[in-house]
C-alpha cells in the first residue's frame, strides 16, 4: 500500500516537475525567437557599391559596417546567455524534482536527499550570481545604441549620396536660365546659395574622417558602458564566500563547486585610404534672352531649395555629432531652432540698455560682432544668464550706427542667428 502511494506521489512530482520546466523554457523560447527577429541594421555601402557616398565616404561606411557588427555580435551573446540560463534554471527545477521524489520513497532525508537539496540550491545560486536578469537590460541598451549610431552614419550616407545628385540637377537647371537674369541681383544670391549648397557636401566629403572618428567614438562609448555596468554586476569572492555558506547550512553536507566565466571582445579600426574626387557640376550654359517674372519666380524658388539641401546636410552632419550622447541616453535631447525674443535691437546712448532672450541650439552659445564692428564706445553686449540672456546696451558718447550681433550655437555645423543694433545719439 505504501510503495504504491509512494509511486503515485512521484508520478505527480515528475509531472509537476515536466510542467515547471515547461514554464521555464517556454518564455526562454520566446525570447529567443525576439532575439531572433529583432530588427538589423542595414547595410547602405556593401562591399564594392559604387554609390557617391560609398566612394566619397569609406571611412563613414566602415563605421556603420562594424557598428552594426557590433549589435550583431551582442544579440549572438544575449543568445548564449540565454541557453546558459534556462540550462541553470531547467537544471534547479530538475535537482529539486529528483529532491522530492527522494524525499517521497525513503521518507527520511538521506545523504543522496541532501545532495540533491545542495545541487539545486548550488545552481540557483550561480543562475542568479553569473546571469543576473539585469545584464539582459544592460546589453539590449547596448545593442540599441550600436544600432543608433549605425543609423546615424547611414543616414549620412544616404543624404549625401541623394544630394549629390539633387545639387547636381537643380544646378543644371540654374545653367538653363535666360542670359539676362545675371545682371539681375536675385541670380547673384541664388549663386552664392548653389555655392553655399556645394560647400556643404565638399566639406562633409573633405570632414569623412572627423565623421567616421564620431562614430567610433560613439561605438567606443557605448561598449564602455557595457564594461561598466557589467563589472557592478559581476560577484565578488565574498559573494561566492556567502553562497556557499548558505548552501552548506541548507544541505547539512560538505560540496565545493568552481565556476569561471571568461570575456573577449576583439575591435579593429578602419583602415581605408581616402580617395580626393571633385563634383562634376555643369558649367552654367545660359541662353542668350531677356529675364522674365516667371524666371525670377523660379530663380526664387532654387534659392530655397539650395537653402533646404544645406540645411538637411547641417542637420544629418549634427545628428552624428551628437551620436555619442544621443545613442547612449534613454531619452535623446530635443535640439530646438535657435531663436531670439528679437532680432531687431535700438540702443539709445546712455540708457541701461536692452535684454535679450535667447533658446534653442545646443549649449553653449557664442555671441559675435561681424561686418563693421563697433567701438566699445558705440556699443557692446554682455551674458546676463549663460545661453539664455544677453543684454545689448550703447554708452552715453556713442556716435551712433548700425551693427549685427551673431548668436551662434555649439554644433557640428553651427546655427546662426543675426541680432541687428542700431544705436542712437
Known sequence: MHDVTRTDASRRLVSCALVLAAVVT?????????????????????????????????????????????????TDAMKSELVASTATDVATFGLAAAFGVKLVHGNTLTNGAKNLALGAGATYVAGNLF???????????????????????????????????????????????????????????LVRTRDAAQD????????????AQL??????AAHDGLQAQLDTQRPNPDAYLAAGKSALTAAGSLASATAT??????????????????FGF????????????????TMSQLQTTFEGYKQTLNEVVNSVADAG????????????PLSA??????????????????????????????????????????????????RLAAPANASGGTYTLRIRDSAARPANLDITVTTVK
Open 325 to 336: 550622447k544621443d545613442c547612449l541616453s534613454a531619452t535623446p535631447a530635443v535640439v530646438t
Open 282 to 297: 555643369m558649367e552654367n550654359v545660359i541662353p542668350v534672352n531677356a529675364c522674365t517674372d516667371e524666371d525670377r519666380k
Open 131 to 189: 546571469f543576473p536578469r539585469t545584464t539582459e537590460q544592460v546589453q539590449l541598451g547596448t545593442r540599441s545604441a550600436l544600432m543608433c549610431v549605425a543609423a546615424r552614419g547611414n543616414d549620412l550616407l544616404g543624404a549625401y549620396g541623394t544630394l549629390t545628385a539633387q545639387i547636381e540637377e537643380t544646378s543644371r537647371q540654374v545653367a538653363q536660365l535666360p542670359t539676362g537674369c545675371q545682371a539681375d541681383t536675385q541670380y547673384a544670391a
Open 341 to 390: 525674443s528679437q532680432t531687431t535691437v535700438t540702443l539709445h546712448a546712455g540708457e541701461n540698455g536692452t535684454v535679450v532672450v535667447v533658446s534653442g541650439g545646443r549649449s553653449p552659445l557664442y555671441a559675435d560682432w561681424v561686418g563693421t564692428l563697433p567701438k566699445d564706445s558705440d556699443a557692446g553686449y554682455s551674458w546676463l544668464v549663460a545661453n539664455q540672456q544677453i
Open 200 to 211: 556643404a557636401l565638399r566639406s562633409v566629403r573633405d570632414s569623412q574622417v572627423s565623421l
Open 215 to 220: 562614430l567610433f567614438r560613439a561605438r567606443l
Open 261 to 278: 566565466a571568461t570575456t573577449g571582445a576583439t575591435g579593429t579600426l578602419f583602415g581605408l585610404t581616402l580617395k580626393n574626387q571633385n
Open 26 to 74: 517556454l518564455p526562454s523560447c520566446a525570447s529567443w525567437s525576439a532575439l531572433s527577429h529583432y530588427p538589423t541594421v542595414p547595410e547602405y555601402c556593401p562591399n564594392g557599391d559604387t554609390k557617391a557616398a560609398c566612394k566619397d565616404l569609406p571611412f563613414v561606411a566602415e563605421q556603420v559596417r562594424l557598428a552594426a557588427g557590433d549589435a550583431t555580435h551582442m
